[in-house]
């Protein structure tokens, strides 16, 4: 099999896994709190690790537009899970950040997280996940190498 053959079932390969694991984060955002999408989940995750940011850094973050950023900020808002402050010192900036309520959200859906992907890896042998690691760490190489 010639490398370009090689790559493209690489690439389908991942892209499978990809979906599988985005699968695997529905189910547990749905099991913690029902209704909160993988797009809002995603935005808490960036706001727990980041505590405030604007709406146009969210953006840039998710690579969406700031209209799209803005419609799922909205429907956080209204879930009482994120809060919109102006700024103090521009009044035109507006920024978000995690509602008190909701702090703890992001530390267990990353420990269920955790706990699911490790039930699906605690059915492989050793073997399975030594190769797994190897692989693993291959790709982040090369997508590393991608971004230098």
């Known amino acids: 099999m010639d490398d370009n053959n090689e790559s493209t079932k690489v690439a ?63 429907r956080l808002e209204k879930q009482g899970m994120v809060e919109r402050k102006r700024s103090e010192e521009d009044r035109r900036v507006v920024n978000v950040s995690i509602a008190p309520s909701c702090k703890g959200i992001h530390h267990d859906f990353h420990k269920r997280l955790e706990e699911n992907i490790g039930n699906v890896l605690n059915k492989g042998t050793q073997e399975e996940l030594n190769k797994i690691s190897v ?9 590393g190498s991608r971004e230098e």
């Open 135 to 143: 692989g693993l760490d291959a790709l982040k190489k090369l997508l």
């Open 12 to 74: 389908k390969l991942f892209q499978e896994v990809m979906i599988l694991f985005k699968h695997s984060m529905n189910k547990v955002f749905e099991e913690m709190n029902p209704g909160l999408t993988a797009p809002q989940g995603m935005v808490m995750g960036i706001l727990s690790k980041e505590k405030t940011m604007k709406i146009t850094e969210l953006s840039t973050k998710l690579s969406l537009s700031n209209s799209t950023v803005s419609g799922i900020i909205d």
